[in-house]
């Protein structure tokens, strides 16, 4: 369920994925060994139950690991290299159009890419252009709209979750556009 919700999650998750599947694995093993030494069926029927469930959440967690290194590859083309042909970025990362047209709704989807949407007449990823920021008075006086003292300093700073490139304002903590971690300029 996180998975489907947290951006971050699908990214970086696999890892705990993995040490449940392990850890199911273990329980399975111990209670085949038990088996084999009291000599019972209920032992071997929950045994095979542990390692049967313990190699399924294994397949989801390398499924899972696959899905994140792909989707941290479109984030570092798209965003990092400024890539919007679905043609070019299907070629680079060597996947099918149809995977990658897939994989880029789900992100899309999921909040990855915000403002995002495929273009299928012209096969690329396009960018609405963000609202124009304003600050208003507190005091209305007909205009209402007044400007900044000094404009804060945006500085660019890396992800260390997915690798992208976000602006952020320097000294302040803020999320990552793409994956949503934490960062801090």
Partial sequence: MRLSSDRSASIKCHKTIAAVS???????????????????TQFITYALVFIIGGVIVNRMARKTKKTGERYKQYIALIVNHSQNSLDAIAQSIGVPY??????????????????GY?????RVIVFAPPMPHQ???????????????????????????????????????????????????
Avoid: H
Avoid at 100 to 107: A, I, P, R
């Fill in 118 to 122: 495929i273009d299928y007449t012209y």
């Fill in 98 to 115: 149809a995977i990658v047209v897939e994989d880029l709704q789900k992100m899309i989807r999921a909040g990855f890419f915000q403002r």
């Fill in 135 to 185: 600050v208003w008075n507190t005091a209305y006086s007909g205009a209402a709209i007044a400007a900044p003292a000094a404009p804060p300093r945006v500085i660019v700073v890396i992800c260390r979750s997915c690798g992208a490139n976000n602006s952020v304002y320097a000294g302040y903590g803020d999320e990552c556009e793409y994956c949503g971690s934490p960062i801090y300029g």
């Fill in 22 to 40: 392990y850890i199911l694995l273990a329980i399975g093993l111990v209670l085949l060994i038990a088996a084999i030494v009291d000599y019972s």
